[in-house]
């Protein structure tokens, strides 16, 4: 009995001793706060910087969820580069485990390829940019 009082004492040390800790960060810790005017200015900056690059390289993960009429779930996974040139150039790659797919824009026609299958497409797009 005199071992489980023992433990039970220091089993409320210990969460007293983190909640105080807890609590110690807490109060400690500065509030930041910001107005809407510095949140809109900041949300500007950010989107300032992409809009001027001429050119973008990025990478990917894309997870597309199927659903069967027996209701299993399959999450197909895959992932790839992708270039854009401003004003109109475009191109990126798509892998995983069941798709090798290539999309190329050239500024007039969007080509889509199936590595895989060796089958593409090719649809004009009027406009200028």
Same mark, same amino acid.
């Given at each position: $009995?005199?071992? #489980?009082?023992?433990? &039970? *004492? =220091?089993?409320?040390? +210990?969460? !007293? ?6 609590? $110690?960060?807490? #109060?400690?810790?500065? &509030? *930041? =706060?910001?107005?809407? +005017?510095? !949140? ?90």
């Amino acid at each position: $009995m005199n071992k #489980l009082i023992r433990k &039970a *004492v =220091r089993l409320i040390k +210990a969460v !007293a001793s983190a909640a105080a800790l807890v609590l $110690m960060i807490g #109060l400690a810790a500065p &509030a *930041v =706060r910001a107005d809407e +005017a510095d !949140a809109k200015n900041m949300l500007k900056a950010m989107s300032d910087y992409p809009a001027a690059q001429k050119t973008i390289s990025f990478g990917y993960d894309t997870n597309f969820e199927v659903v069967t009429e027996d209701h299993q779930k399959f999450l197909l996974a895959s992932s790839g580069p992708a270039d854009l040139n401003r004003p109109d150039k475009y191109h990126a790659t798509r892998s995983g485990g069941f798709a090798r797919v290539e999309a190329v824009f050239d500024g007039k026609t969007l080509t889509a390829l199936r590595k895989d299958t060796n089958v593409y497409t090719q649809v004009d797009i009027p406009g200028t940019p």
